[in-house]
């Protein structure tokens, strides 16, 4: 990155009941939409990183407001427990802003590809860590980094459907429609649509 990143907030969306069922059905409803593939194992990983994120004051996107390689050669710098702390909290980091926030990231002229890269380097390097006698985590950790432009694509569509349902005022409809103007997501065209919506791209907006 060739400067601080500042985000706006995720998608509001009101949340009873257990965070961890709440995004697991966010997961599978835009696993089974868009043909996403991966273990139990990694979408409880999921599920976990945004429950978890729910519950923070933003660490991942703090952890992100400086620049990425920077921050993988300080993970790197350091050795045992720390080292793969940083590794992970990285890859996650890039993981949740580039699914959650890709926007914010191009407008700043960061290329995703590039972001994304070292995101699963991170990854590659904390599986590297662990002793093959933690298969288990091993394969985790592995299938975040093999996956990781999949997994972004996934966890974006999740932000794309909380921010469809959140979007129930007039008002809420419009920053919809100009979402899915800057993007061409289907995900939001349905929705869209589902709301008695007709968006067109160019001069006529919405009808």
Excluded: C, K, N
């Excluded at 995004?23 to 593939?37: I, P």
């Excluded at 580039?98 to 002229?109: I, M, P």
Aim: proline content about 3%.
């Amino acid at each position: 990155m060739s400067q601080p990143a500042r985000f706006d907030p995720a998608p509001s969306v009101i949340l009873s009941g257990d965070l961890s069922s709440f995004f697991r059905e966010a997961l599978e409803e835009a696993r089974r939409a868009g043909g996403y593939e991966g273990s139990a194992a990694l979408e409880a990983y999921l599920v976990a990183l945004l429950s978890e994120q729910a519950h923070s004051t933003g660490q991942y996107q703090a952890a992100l407001e400086r620049p990425v390689t920077l921050l993988l050669a300080e993970a790197r710098h350091h050795r045992g427990r720390e080292r793969f702390d940083r590794l992970r909290l990285l890859g996650d980091g890039v993981l949740y802003v580039s699914g959650f926030f890709a926007e914010h990231l191009e407008r700043r002229g960061v290329q995703r590809d590039y972001v994304s890269a070292v995101g699963a380097r991170a990854y590659w390097d904390a599986a590297a860590m662990l002793p093959s006698g933690a298969p288990g985590a091993v394969d985790v950790i592995v299938e975040l980094a093999q996956g990781f432009q999949g997994l972004v694509a996934w966890l974006r569509d999740v932000a794309e459907r909380l921010a469809a349902r959140a979007a129930t005022t007039d008002a809420d409809r419009v920053r919809l429609y100009e979402r899915w103007r800057r993007t061409g997501s289907g995900v939001l065209l349905e929705a869209l649509v589902r709301q008695g919506v007709a968006p067109v791209r160019g001069a006529g907006g919405l009808q």
